[in-house]
């Protein structure tokens, strides 16, 4: 069975930093992107970042020189490295993984929340 577990939100002042990691397991594929979302109080679910396979990532505009996404194969952890945040950074942020091969099939975490305060 396909997990995955994000962590690392809380409560940041606005321009400050915050690391948000996810932990999957229990998934192997031949090739995969992994994405981080989120959804803001109201909102609908926004794309942030993804990295796939190949290493090749984007960014959404509203994070673009701010967020950094990365990956650890050998621990199965994806990251996302958010600096100078923003209050309407404030989000619930979800990792998901679209695996092909194997575990094919698009796995959510259950989110983890972030709080700027201006």
């Known amino acids: 069975q396909v997990r995955l577990l994000e962590s690392g939100g809380g409560s940041v002042q606005a321009g400050g930093s915050q690391r948000l990691s996810c932990a999957a397991s229990?998934?192997?594929?031949?090739?995969?992107?992994w994405t981080w979302y989120r959804q803001a109080p109201g909102k609908e679910r926004d794309f942030v970042s993804d990295i796939d396979s190949d290493d090749r990532t984007t960014y959404a505009d509203s994070v673009k020189g701010r967020f950094t996404i990365s990956e650890d194969n050998a621990k199965n952890m994806v990251y996302v490295q958010m600096n100078s945040l923003k209050h309407e950074d404030t989000a619930m942020y979800y990792c998901?993984?679209?695996?092909?091969?194997?575990?094919?099939?698009?796995?959510w975490g259950q989110g983890t929340k972030v709080t700027v305060s201006s």
């Open positions: 998901k993984l679209y695996c092909v091969g194997g575990s094919q099939g698009d796995y």
């Open positions: 229990g998934y192997s594929c031949w090739s995969y992107t």
